[in-house]
């Protein structure tokens, strides 16, 4: 292939993407960072807008009602989702998982969906597709979403008490919606279902063990996830930060945990199950105990850009390369050699108190970029 000068803008600079030498890839042809992470997982937002609005996530005094979310012209259209979801699958990816912003607000979501099931692995398989959501609106999709060949979802639930629940998602949306979208998606077979909670300390950290016992027995899987610095907008602080070692010693208390090894390389939760055969739960830590040594993800955010972190405060904007004209050849060389330059860390560093995490800086929202 010709060498081309293929602009990224977020770089600030015009940068040559050759073709990747096969010397840089391993036997298997697995594509590797500089710290020899693979590309395996794809995060997609497909919206930024949500019908929520999460304290820690898109609180109402930054994403009031005159925010300016995104003109449609600007969202990538589903034959540019799938079409860079394909070139990431010759990379090696084979977990897509689809965010927001609330993902089921991106209107006919099921055709995107039925676009990116009849995709295939590098080995043939099939790719394993899910689904984050805040759970509104999953009552009345679930069964669309099973049809279309979305495989499990994800749903994010902060707290069982009401009161508490409609606080934290500050519209007055009540926790019993919630649990009766979970109910649906589990009779349709969208599962194993997850149930991530955020905990903050002072705010909900009452919840874990009601939380924990509310799903004990069931074959839904809640995981409690720490407080994080995502973004700069959600007035983060780390002494609202429960350690998830804390988390786990609360519910073992009432509930003994055994632990459990990852399913996968670079999975993000630690795992328990519960000692009387009841289920299982996770933690993610990536405050106190980072596990950016195993990160295999990628994001790509609402508008196209590629971001190589959770944290990244700049990305790398492919829906150039899509728009004007590039081949398919031209840009899976461009994500391998963005992928093949990879050096991001940000909470090993963090956990560290040196390098780029200790200097003040403007981090994507989690809005806008997804989990």
Not at 73 to 82: A, K, N, R, T, Y
Not at 172 to 189: H, N, S, T, Y
Request: with cysteine; glycine share 8%; charged share 25%.
């Amino acid at each position: 292939m010709t060498e081309k000068t293929i602009l990224l803008t977020d770089l600030r600079y015009p940068t040559h993407v050759p073709v990747i030498p096969k010397q840089l890839l391993p036997a298997n042809g697995q594509l590797i960072d500089t710290l020899a992470r693979p590309l395996h997982d794809l995060r997609i937002s497909v919206t930024d807008r949500c019908n929520f609005r999460c304290v820690y996530c898109m609180p109402k005094d930054v994403f009031g009602k005159d925010y300016p979310f995104l003109p449609h012209s600007s969202l990538l259209s589903f034959e540019e989702i799938e079409r860079l979801a394909r070139l990431f699958i010759a990379h090696g990816v084979e977990k897509i998982r689809l965010t927001g912003g609330e993902p089921l607000l991106r209107k006919n979501v099921e055709k995107l969906i039925e676009m990116l099931a009849r995709l295939r692995t590098r080995t043939g398989g099939p790719l394993d597709l899910t689904l984050t959501t805040n759970g509104a609106l999953l009552a009345r999709k679930a069964q669309s979403l099973k049809d279309a060949g979305l495989r499990r979802v994800t749903v994010s639930l902060d707290g069982m008490d009401d009161a508490i629940f409609r606080r934290m998602n500050d519209v007055d949306f009540p926790v019993a919606d919630v649990l009766e979208g979970i109910e649906i998606a589990r009779q349709v077979g969208l599962g194993p279902i997850k149930v991530n909670m955020v905990v903050k300390r002072g705010t909900n950290d009452h919840e874990i063990v009601p939380m924990a016992r509310h799903f004990h027995g069931t074959d839904i899987i809640v995981r409690f996830i720490e407080f994080m610095d995502v973004g700069t907008s959600n007035g983060w602080r780390m002494d609202e930060v429960l350690p998830s070692s804390e988390v786990v010693e609360r519910i073992h208390a009432e509930l003994p945990l055994v632990p459990l090894g990852p399913n996968y390389p670079g999975e993000t939760a630690q795992r328990w199950r519960y000692a009387d055969g009841g289920g299982e739960i996770g933690a993610i830590s990536s405050v106190t105990r980072a596990f950016c040594g195993t990160c295999t993800r990628a994001r790509l955010s609402t508008e196209g850009k590629l971001y190589l972190c959770l944290f990244a405060d700049s990305g790398f904007d492919l829906r150039t390369l899509l728009r004007d004209g590039h081949s398919d050849e031209e840009i899976t060389a461009a994500i391998g050699h963005i992928w093949h330059q990879r050096t991001d860390r940000y909470s090993a560093q963090r956990a560290s108190g040196a390098g780029p995490a200790s200097a003040p800086r403007d981090k994507v929202e989690m809005s806008y970029i997804g989990g």
